[in-house]
């Protein structure tokens, strides 16, 4: 995988959460997203600018999964979850806590792992 | 503008044929709906074809030319990719077609090949159509994805697993008598809440089988079905779609899906009906989940409500308005491309009374289908009436 072209600013992205400046695009109107994007679908501003994302979300829904792709076949079972972090929600793996434990409302912070199956970049929440 | 008729449908056995191309799969399908219908091939104007994952399962793209050649019809193809809404959204540019006149006689239709590739090669396959970066990079599957809006569904409104349970307990109990079904037989509440663990609230009878199988329906323009004599009582009377953002971190809620409230809204509209009209549903349950979300879009049920709607009987057979009495996607199967246009020869088959099932409402003369793609980021809604 290593000679896989980078995926522009998702990659970008991901190298911003792995130097702690994780970010967010928000557009004139307060709409938040992720890159890339060049308009934004809710209001159709096009003047978006990053924003520093709050380095606190918390889960706002989770499953555990057992019936893993091949590309997660190492890492089943594991817990993916969508975090809020206020103007974006984040999709990520959590990681340092017991599945059992992980619960709506944990509050996680965002940082970058590896997959135990492949060893690519992935978003990863651990509890705060 | 009128209504178009379905003059015929085919179905194929559902289930686990990995053998099976693709290409055979339409053909069986679609020769029994040109078969049904009693319109010649010659006069097929276009084929309307869904399919999702062809690319992945059979290393098989362009399949429109490739399907119309193995149904005998000569005439334009086009293949239609809304994940599992594919077949929907090929039915709505069919009915979109024949009533502004531009087209007699379409043949619509989708197949899938899926158990070919196994477990985990469906599995990943079927993931695909969820956001590649943000999500299937994340260790979403698609199971997982249900289990996300689950487990927001719980945390909003309530409900239990057991509540699940009963849904697909229903839907098999439905397939039991359909010879198209691939599970067909009888599961109680504690087998489903006994099953392994898929992702977490959702066990495997919470999910629908991995499929084979296809569909093809052929639909006419009222004047054609009336030259020709046709026996198509059952008409499409409204057609409806929604779309919502791709990923569900995106989505306004996780345990609404506003693109099937879109869709059902413009459908109910399109056909001039409210939702307290509809006799009879078939859902896209691909997780038991899924068909409480359905039924709330659909307003067939408040928000919340839906959830208890097996489990007290209202959407049995035996209950005030039945739903999924094919077995739905959860007992009759789910070949991805092809379950838009099973659900509308279902809806057909229990209007014009020729369904297994279709004595569970005699008087219906309403009928809706609801296809969903993805996390539902894509959805059509489809009515269905007949003159009784």
């Known amino acids: ?128 | 503008m009128t209504a178009p008729r379905v003059a015929g449908a085919g179905v194929t056995q559902f289930g686990s044929h990995p053998e099976r191309t693709g290409r055979d799969l339409f053909a069986e399908a679609g020769l029994a709906a040109l078969d049904q219908s009693g319109v010649p091939a010659a006069d097929v104007e276009a084929l309307y074809y869904g399919n999702f994952m062809g690319e992945l399962a059979e290393h098989q793209g362009h399949q429109g030319p490739l399907m119309a050649e193995m149904v005998g019809v000569d005439a334009p193809a086009t293949r239609f990719e809304a994940a599992c809404a594919s077949a929907g959204a090929a039915i709505r540019e069919a009915v979109r077609a024949v009533r502004s006149g531009e087209a007699d006689v379409i043949m619509v239709g989708g197949a899938e090949r899926m158990t070919n590739i196994g477990t985990a090669g469906a599995t990943d396959a079927l993931s695909i159509a969820a956001d590649d970066l943000y999500e299937i990079r994340a260790g979403m599957t698609f199971p997982g994805a249900y289990a996300l809006m689950a487990r927001a569904y719980f945390e909003e409104y309530g409900g239990t697993r057991e509540d699940l349970a009963e849904i697909a307990v229903k839907n098999h109990e439905h397939a039991l008598v359909n010879d198209h079904a691939q599970l067909r037989k009888e599961i109680s509440v504690e087998d489903a809440l006994e099953a392994p663990m898929v992702a977490e609230p959702l066990g495997l009878y919470d999910a629908c089988p991995i499929t084979d199988g296809a569909a093809a329906a052929i639909l006419t323009s009222e004047s054609y079905a009336e030259e020709h004599g046709l026996d198509a009582p059952v008409r499409v009377s409204g057609t409806g779609q929604g779309g919502d953002n791709l990923a569900l971190q995106d989505r306004a809620h996780y345990a609404q899906t506003p693109a099937a409230d879109k869709a059902a809204e413009e459908a109910y509209a399109d056909a001039g009906i409210d939702a307290d009209a509809v006799d009879v549903a078939e859902v896209h349950d691909c997780f038991t989940i899924a068909e409480v979300l359905a039924l709330e879009s659909l307003s067939l049920f408040e928000r919340g409500e839906a959830i208890t709607a097996a489990r007290d009987g209202t959407t049995t057979r035996h209950g005030d308005l039945p739903v999924n009495l094919s077995g739905g996607l959860k007992a009759k199967g789910h070949p991805v491309g092809a379950t838009g246009v099973a659900q509308l020869a279902t809806i057909s088959w229990v209007l014009d009374g020729s369904h297994p099932r279709a004595d569970a409402v005699p008087d219906a003369t309403v009928g809706v289908a609801h296809n969903a793609g993805g996390t539902v980021a894509s959805t059509t809604v489809h009515v269905l009436e007949v003159e009784r």
Not at chain 1, 20 to 32: A, L, M, Q, V
């Open chain 1, 1 to 128: 995988m290593t000679d896989r072209a980078r995926d522009g600013e998702f990659d970008d992205w991901l190298d911003a959460i792995a130097e702690d400046e994780p970010y967010y695009i928000e557009c004139s109107n307060g709409h938040g997203w992720l890159p890339p994007r060049r308009v934004c679908p809710e209001c159709g501003s096009r003047e978006l600018a990053r924003e520093p994302l709050p380095e606190a979300g918390e889960i706002a829904t989770h499953t555990t999964v057992q019936v893993a792709t091949p590309q997660f076949e190492d890492d089943a079972p594991y817990v993916t979850a969508i975090a809020d972090f206020g103007p974006v929600s984040v999709t990520g793996l959590v990681r340092g806590v017991e599945p059992d434990a992980v619960a709506v409302g944990t509050v996680v912070g965002i940082e970058i792992g590896e997959r135990a199956t492949t060893g690519e970049r992935a978003v990863v929440f651990r509890p705060r």
